[in-house]
């Protein structure tokens, strides 16, 4: 199994920053992709930026420009830089792993996710 834990978020100011982390553990030898989602109150869940076990990424259009994802692959961490926040930024950030490989060889084709961790972007 693997078990994804979020940390970094809280209430930040508008214009404010926020750093973001994931460690993944577990008897992993490699992860794919590793990504962070996120769900605004009553809204559905939505990518925020995702990044490749090569450095590949991809934003959303609305985080373009202000938040960086990066991934340290020997830590099985990833981590999410947030600039120049907005109160549309508030939500519940969530850690996914795609693409996971154990020790043992065995690759299952399940996505694993952390619990999340609240942003809260005050106006």
């Known amino acids: 199994q693997v078990q994804l834990v979020e940390s970094g978020g809280g209430l930040v100011q508008a214009g404010g920053f926020l750093r973001l982390s994931c460690a993944a553990s577990?008897?992993?030898?490699?992860?794919?992709?590793m990504g962070w989602y996120r769900q605004p109150p009553g809204k559905q869940r939505e990518l925020v930026a995702v990044?490749?076990?090569?450095?590949?990424?991809n934003y959303a259009d609305s985080v373009k420009g202000r938040f960086t994802i990066s991934r340290d692959s020997v830590k099985n961490t990833v981590y999410l830089q947030m600039n120049s926040l907005k109160p549309e930024d508030t939500a519940v950030y969530y850690c996914k792993a795609a693409g996971v490989r154990f020790s043992t060889g065995y690759r299952p084709s399940v996505d694993y996710w952390g619990k999340g961790t609240l942003v809260t972007v005050s106006s």
């Open positions: 577990g008897s992993i030898f490699s992860i794919n992709t």
């Open positions: 990044i490749s076990s090569g450095g590949s990424t």
